[in-house]
């Protein structure tokens, strides 16, 4: 095959725009064409040899794949179930309400983004998704978290609008229980890099934290997308989706193929992002995904994003380090604050960003 006649996926990847040759025939690469699927009935066990188990196989996924399922996690389904109603009941609120909130008055990026607003893919006409987000926030009350110089300003926007009265418990009742599931995956991750149980405990202690409620109406068009090919700037996510009878989520191989991601109900989505490849010297996959909702359905999902506390340094692990490289340590929220910038066409820094040029 000539140059001209390869053919590419473009996408973002830590920022920065790559492509993927797709491979087929001979030239084809060993990858996967599925997700693997664990129990994670395991993280709750009280025997070390049963947190290992379930640990090996969160590794052998962390590095052949970069995404797993998450089945049998303990988060109650009735939650989840809420949760979802909940999203339906906001997005479906009249748009003057959801624009009390709209995110460009926010100096974190956080409260309501319309449609088309975010555009990671230049080569369409944007995503075609609204969305929420909230986060860590130590002068919410519903977070126990120490207010220094750095938080004490409010980072969080919630509607205020009685039709909205519901919406701030239903979404902390949802953050609380990924939060806390969360920190449990935390300690599977150290056991997977042989590493003790509580080796990132110390730099996680006021984490970095996203929930990223987003509707998706259907697509009619193949040249849109839902949100743009592109790889996480966190630590690790976890999304629940609603049922759809289509895929939307899509995660690239190796070869360049699009492998589809069923929604399966009450079920996590797991995947590596950024820091945790960085950290293992890309040994596990931060691995590019997208949404396209070609289904003719309406679709719901609500990632949560993990990251280690904001003024924490991290750098890449001993064990994966190569003899004579020098290795330096990084910020985390200076790293995401960059990622941030460079990420998305819409701004990020609120009405003085945009000023700046930021977006």
Same mark, same amino acid.
């Given at each position: 095959m000539s140059t001209t006649e390869e053919a590419w996926v473009q996408y973002h990847d830590g920022g920065i725009p790559g492509r993927r040759q797709i491979l087929t025939g001979a030239a084809a690469k060993t990858t996967f064409n599925k997700l693997?699927?664990?129990?994670?009935?395991?993280? +709750?066990?009280?025997?070390?040899?049963d947190r290992q188990s379930l640990a090996k196989?969160?590794?052998?996924?962390c590095r052949n794949v970069g995404f797993f399922y998450a089945?049998?996690?303990?988060?109650?389904?009735?939650?989840?179930d809420g949760t979802f109603d909940a999203m339906k009941r906001f997005f479906d609120l009249p748009k003057e309400v959801k624009m009390e909130v709209h995110n460009q008055k926010s100096p974190k990026f956080r409260g309501y983004e319309g449609f088309l607003e975010g555009k990671l893919d230049p080569s369409t006409r944007g995503d075609l998704k609204e969305g929420f987000l909230m986060g860590e926030d130590a002068t919410d009350p519903e977070q126990d978290l120490p207010i220094t110089l750095s938080t004490a300003d409010p980072r969080n926007q919630w509607p205020i609008h009685p039709l909205a009265g519901f919406w701030r418990?239903?979404? +902390?009742r949802y953050y609380n229980a990924m939060y806390t599931f969360s920190k449990r995956l935390l300690r599977i991750f150290a056991l997977a890099l042989d590493l003790p149980e509580t080796a990132f405990d110390a730099i996680t202690t006021h984490p970095m934290t996203n929930v990223r409620a987003v509707h998706y109406p259907p697509q009619e068009s193949e040249s849109d997308v839902g949100i743009g090919a592109h790889t996480d700037f966190c630590w690790f996510t976890l999304v629940c989706q609603s049922h759809t009878e289509q895929p939307a989520l899509e995660v690239l191989n190796a070869n360049g193929i699009w492998i589809p991601v069923h929604p399966e109900p009450h079920t996590f989505v797991v995947n590596i992002a950024d820091f945790l490849k960085l950290v293992t010297g890309s040994t596990w996959q931060s691995t590019v995904h997208r949404v396209r909702n070609m289904g003719g359905e309406e679709r719901y999902s609500i990632p949560f994003f993990f990251s280690p506390n904001e003024d924490a340094k991290v750098s890449v692990l001993k064990q994966f380090r190569k003899e004579g490289e020098v290795y330096e340590e990084f910020g985390v929220g200076e790293y995401f604050q960059k990622r941030l910038d460079i990420d998305r066409t819409t701004h990020l820094d609120g009405a003085e960003g945009k000023k700046k040029g930021s977006h």
């Amino acid at each position: 095959m000539s140059t001209t006649e390869e053919a590419w996926v473009q996408y973002h990847d830590g920022g920065i725009p790559g492509r993927r040759q797709i491979l087929t025939g001979a030239a084809a690469k060993t990858t996967f064409n599925k997700l693997p699927k664990i129990d994670f009935r395991r993280i +709750y066990s009280d025997k070390v040899s049963d947190r290992q188990s379930l640990a090996k196989e969160v590794g052998a996924a962390c590095r052949n794949v970069g995404f797993f399922y998450a089945v049998h996690h303990g988060v109650d389904e009735s939650l989840l179930d809420g949760t979802f109603d909940a999203m339906k009941r906001f997005f479906d609120l009249p748009k003057e309400v959801k624009m009390e909130v709209h995110n460009q008055k926010s100096p974190k990026f956080r409260g309501y983004e319309g449609f088309l607003e975010g555009k990671l893919d230049p080569s369409t006409r944007g995503d075609l998704k609204e969305g929420f987000l909230m986060g860590e926030d130590a002068t919410d009350p519903e977070q126990d978290l120490p207010i220094t110089l750095s938080t004490a300003d409010p980072r969080n926007q919630w509607p205020i609008h009685p039709l909205a009265g519901f919406w701030r418990p239903a979404i +902390y009742r949802y953050y609380n229980a990924m939060y806390t599931f969360s920190k449990r995956l935390l300690r599977i991750f150290a056991l997977a890099l042989d590493l003790p149980e509580t080796a990132f405990d110390a730099i996680t202690t006021h984490p970095m934290t996203n929930v990223r409620a987003v509707h998706y109406p259907p697509q009619e068009s193949e040249s849109d997308v839902g949100i743009g090919a592109h790889t996480d700037f966190c630590w690790f996510t976890l999304v629940c989706q609603s049922h759809t009878e289509q895929p939307a989520l899509e995660v690239l191989n190796a070869n360049g193929i699009w492998i589809p991601v069923h929604p399966e109900p009450h079920t996590f989505v797991v995947n590596i992002a950024d820091f945790l490849k960085l950290v293992t010297g890309s040994t596990w996959q931060s691995t590019v995904h997208r949404v396209r909702n070609m289904g003719g359905e309406e679709r719901y999902s609500i990632p949560f994003f993990f990251s280690p506390n904001e003024d924490a340094k991290v750098s890449v692990l001993k064990q994966f380090r190569k003899e004579g490289e020098v290795y330096e340590e990084f910020g985390v929220g200076e790293y995401f604050q960059k990622r941030l910038d460079i990420d998305r066409t819409t701004h990020l820094d609120g009405a003085e960003g945009k000023k700046k040029g930021s977006h």
